[in-house]
């Protein structure tokens, strides 16, 4: 693991280095070892802190063919629900507060009745110092900003490719349904029917 520098990076100088990565090198270990040696700085972050009450919030930062950078910010005690990636790369990193992850494994997947049993399997915690990725071959999870933390986080995720649905698992019922994905805010903009404090 590459140590992570000193210094801090304005968001808009983090996103132009992802960028200069060819598409040829974008692999999961490239651009995580880009994200350990790049930390945000948490400052830059402002144009895209959005928060709601209601639901967290994605906002975006970056978007071209290859991939998108977004800033999703949690308020105290709020939770992804349980979801996966389209069998896209993602990392994140949490340059505001700390956030725990939880995976699950699915198994007797019925693609037909949408239906699927979930089974926790290892959890970690993101923060500054511990930016991480989506392991491909577990992609299903869930994201939380627990209360006993006790403040509100921001954290940056990159998906490549791209993409604007995703499944969302309903672990109680053994179900999972398509889910459409919209953003709060786009390049520091909030969407006309955004909702946001």
Known sequence: MTPASTTRFAISDWVKGLAEIPESQFSLKKVQDFVIAHPVDAASLDPYLHYSRSNYTRNLV??????????????IGQSSRIHNHRDQNCWMSAPIGRLF????????????????????????????????????????????????????????????????????????KGTYLDAPLHFTSEYGALMPDAEAD
Do not use: G
């Open 62 to 75: 970056f978007k071209n063919a290859l991939f998108e950078c977004m800033v999703i910010c949690w308020e």
């Open 101 to 172: 992850v939880q995976n699950f494994r699915v198994e007797d997947r019925n693609a037909d009745a949408h239906t699927c049993q979930l089974f926790p399997t290892d959890t970690y915690i993101m923060d500054s110092a511990h930016p991480a990725y989506v392991n491909p071959l577990e992609p299903v999870h869930s994201v939380h900003n627990l209360p006993e933390y006790n403040q509100r986080a921001a954290s940056i995720h990159i998906y490549s490719r791209p993409f604007d649905t995703c499944e969302i698992y309903l672990r109680e």
